[in-house]
């Protein structure tokens, strides 16, 4: 079937045209019908399932003080509204600390700005005895040109990893989760399960990060809880892992 639409009603009126329809659907279009889609069907695909993810959520609360203290960090190359969303809900509720790149900063300046804010996070009273630190790289607020962005973050990143071993790795944005993938000379990922609809919890294959928990993200993905149960859920599968 082929449908046009013009206006965000029109694509919210199209998936539901297309609820009751039998057999499997092959969705193609654009981000606003992705959107769509994922409002649309989150809370059915959610809903009375106990995902890899919320077990070893559960065997992480469980754990308590087990819980690995290395950082989660989240390196976030899109500018969408919704990634902005996710930022601000991570460091107002989520206690991640936020560092934006600076373009004109060396990898080993932007190294430092991120190892001074995780001991930042480390030293504050109100951080959690038995939960990692949440530390987030992210693109410059101001518009830039997207590929030499996403290379400088993905440098500073690596650059930051190779002295600070992390518990797990958040991606978003296509072109620097493909730029801190090579940096860091992966070979490829392994699913482990559809996390949120749209957005994976994988393992990294080979190079710096082999064997390393993380979740991939489109930028316009996902609500603003997203990155905050990302990184629970990231935690999670590391403390499986050990």
């Given at each position: 079937?082929?449908?046009?639409?013009?206006?965000?009603?029109?694509?919210?009126?199209?998936?539901?045209?297309?609820?009751?329809?039998?057999?499997?659907?092959?969705?193609?279009?654009?981000?606003?019908?992705?959107?769509?889609?994922?409002?649309?069907?989150?809370?059915?695909?959610?809903?009375?399932?106990?995902?890899?993810?919320?077990?070893?959520?559960?065997?992480?609360?469980?754990?308590?003080?087990?819980?690995?203290?290395?950082?989660?960090?989240?390196?976030?190359?899109?500018?969408?509204?919704?990634?902005?969303?996710?930022?601000?809900?991570?460091?107002?509720?989520?206690?991640?600390?936020?560092?934006?790149?600076?373009?004109?900063?060396?990898?080993?300046?932007?190294?430092?700005?991120?190892?001074?804010?995780?001991?930042?996070?480390?030293a504050a009273p109100s951080a959690p005895a038995d939960a990692p630190p949440r530390l987030i790289l992210a693109a410059p607020?101001?518009?830039?040109?997207?590929?030499?962005?996403?290379?400088?973050?993905?440098?500073?990143?690596?650059?930051?990893?190779?002295?600070?071993?992390?518990?797990?790795?958040?991606?978003?944005?296509?072109?620097?989760?493909?730029?801190?993938?090579?940096?860091?000379?992966?070979?490829?990922?392994?699913?482990?399960?559809?996390?949120?609809?749209?957005?994976?919890?994988?393992?990294?294959?080979?190079?710096?990060?082999?064997?390393?928990?993380?979740?991939?993200?489109?930028?316009?993905?996902?609500?603003?809880?997203?990155?905050?149960?990302?990184?629970?859920?990231?935690?999670?599968?590391?403390?499986?892992?050990?």
């Amino acid at each position: 079937m082929s449908f046009d639409g013009e206006t965000q009603s029109d694509l919210e009126r199209i998936v539901e045209a297309m609820r009751g329809q039998r057999g499997r659907v092959l969705w193609c279009g654009s981000a606003g019908l992705a959107e769509v889609l994922i409002a649309a069907h989150f809370d059915a695909a959610t809903e009375g399932s106990t995902s890899l993810g919320q077990q070893a959520a559960a065997a992480a609360t469980a754990a308590g003080p087990r819980v690995a203290r290395r950082p989660l960090l989240a390196v976030v190359g899109s500018t969408s509204e919704a990634t902005q969303r996710q930022l601000d809900a991570a460091t107002t509720f989520g206690r991640a600390g936020l560092v934006r790149l600076d373009p004109a900063a060396s990898f080993e300046q932007e190294r430092r700005r991120l190892a001074a804010e995780l001991r930042r996070l480390e030293a504050a009273p109100s951080a959690p005895a038995d939960a990692p630190p949440r530390l987030i790289l992210a693109a410059p607020a101001e518009r830039q040109i997207a590929h030499v962005v996403s290379r400088c973050l993905a440098s500073a990143a690596v650059a930051f990893l190779e002295h600070s071993p992390v518990a797990g790795l958040f991606l978003t944005g296509g072109e620097t989760a493909y730029e801190v993938a090579r940096a860091a000379s992966v070979r490829g990922m392994l699913i482990e399960e559809e996390l949120f609809p749209g957005i994976p919890l994988v393992r990294f294959l080979g190079g710096k990060l082999d064997g390393l928990p993380g979740v991939t993200k489109a930028g316009g993905f996902g609500d603003e809880t997203t990155l905050i149960r990302s990184f629970d859920a990231i935690a999670a599968l590391g403390l499986r892992r050990g």
